[in-house]
Nanobody
């Protein structure tokens, strides 16, 4: 059974930092492109960052320079370090794993940036 479980969300003040984690099980993790998406209220889900099986990252322009995606294939984990957070980063953040036509989603973790 495939599971992606996000953790690390919460309430943070503008300018603060959070580190999200996603634990994967039931897949050959090293083969999967792992990504973080987010969905704010009333908006479409959008790609935040992705990382290939070889560890090459890619970022949305809205977070480039502030967020860092990384993975630990030995632990089947993917991370999203979020710095200099802004109120507009408030959303539910989802982890996604993709390998060719297979894709799996986590249930999400809420991030709220507010003073």
């Amino acid at each position: 059974q495939v599971q992606l479980v996000e953790s690390g969300g919460g309430l943070v003040q503008p300018g603060g930092s959070l580190r999200l984690s996603c634990a994967a099980s039931g897949i050959d993790f090293r083969l999967y492109v792992m990504a973080w998406y987010r969905q704010a209220p009333g908006k479409q889900r959008e790609l935040v960052a992705a990382i290939t099986g070889g560890g090459v990252p890619d970022y949305s322009p809205s977070v480039d320079g502030r967020f860092t995606i990384s993975r630990d294939d030995a632990k089947n984990m993917v991370y999203l370090q979020m710095n200099s957070l802004k109120p507009e980063d408030t959303a539910v953040y989802y982890c996604k794993g993709t390998y060719y036509l297979d894709h799996f989603w986590g249930r999400g973790t809420q991030v709220t940036v507010s003073s």
